[in-house]
């Protein structure tokens, strides 16, 4: 089973131990990854995926956060879209 769902939002900044950018999912594309993910999950609540910026695709994983998902945007793909903190993202992202 899988799911594919495009949305946007804004990429931004998270400096924990690991400092990471990410976009929040939308409850409505959430919801429906929720459905899913006891499919899917490796564990911790994480879900694998594949995510397109652009012209840029790479794999990782959802992070689970607060009851929807958080989606980490690797150095690469921010580089090679030219995609800074603050700006709105356009993902396609395959889950499953």
């Known amino acids: 089973m899988s799911l594919q769902l495009q949305f946007s939002g804004p990429l931004f900044h998270w400096a924990g131990p690991a400092p990471h950018y990410f976009v929040?999912?939308?409850e409505t594309e959430a919801a429906a990854i929720r459905d899913l993910s006891r499919l899917v999950t490796y564990g911790w609540g994480m879900i694998p995926a594949q995510v397109?910026?652009?012209?840029?695709?790479?794999?990782t994983s959802l992070f689970p956060k607060e009851?929807?998902?958080l989606?980490?945007?690797?150095?690469?793909?921010?580089?090679?879209?030219?995609?800074?903190?603050?700006?709105t993202v356009t993902l396609?992202?395959?889950v499953g």
């Open 67 to 69: 009851g929807g998902y």
């Open 52 to 59: 397109q910026i652009g012209q840029t695709t790479f794999k």
């Open 92 to 94: 396609t992202l395959n």
């Open 71 to 87: 989606v980490p945007v690797k150095v690469a793909a921010r580089r090679a879209e030219g995609v800074e903190e603050g700006q």
């Open 24 to 26: 929040a999912v939308p």
